[in-house]
């Protein structure tokens, strides 16, 4: 298994492990646009991991200033891994390299939000040390 910085290359494969996250096809093309836009930022870290030559998993880092922590803070935007390789420890590897990022730049706090219905991912998250403390609400406009 190797985890490494996302590139351009990367697009088709973490568009299609964000499909099977969403359970759902966004447009390609904005798909792409907005990927390879954050691949400039600074301030956005994606990492790809590979397994056999394989795209196993995808996460992304979004790290910003905010005034409520004094400080910069971290949160997983996506964190995916393909679905006949769950359990095998890939996604404890690339939350472990995220976590470590945000380290590295100084990061005051990790954060992710997970959809209600993952059940799953909620147990992942605890078994890695984070904890349920925030409510997220949202808006579709």
């Known amino acids: 298994m190797k985890i490494r910085k996302a590139g351009p ?6 568009y299609e492990l964000i499909c099977s996250l969403e359970e759902s096809y ?4 904005a798909f792409r646009q907005i990927y390879l836009n954050n691949l400039k ?8 991991c590979e397994r056999q030559g394989r795209a196993a998993a995808f996460g992304s ?10 400080g910069a803070a971290a ?4 964190l995916v891994v393909q679905p006949d390789l769950r359990g095998n420890g890939i996604g404890a590897a690339l939350f472990s390299a ?11 706090l990790l954060e992710v939000c997970c959809n209600r219905k993952r059940e799953r991912a909620h147990r992942f998250y605890e078994s ?3 904890r349920r ?3 997220k609400f949202t808006m579709n406009l």
């Open 98 to 108: 995220l976590k470590e990022e945000a380290l590295r730049r100084g990061c005051v």
């Open 75 to 78: 949160e997983i935007q996506e």
């Open 26 to 29: 966004p447009p390609h093309d």
């Open 61 to 70: 880092l979004h790290i910003q200033l905010l005034l409520h922590h004094c």
């Open 133 to 135: 403390s925030h409510f």
């Open 9 to 14: 290359e990367d697009v088709e494969s973490a």
């Open 128 to 130: 890695c040390g984070m």
């Open 41 to 48: 930022n600074p301030g956005i870290l994606y990492l790809m």
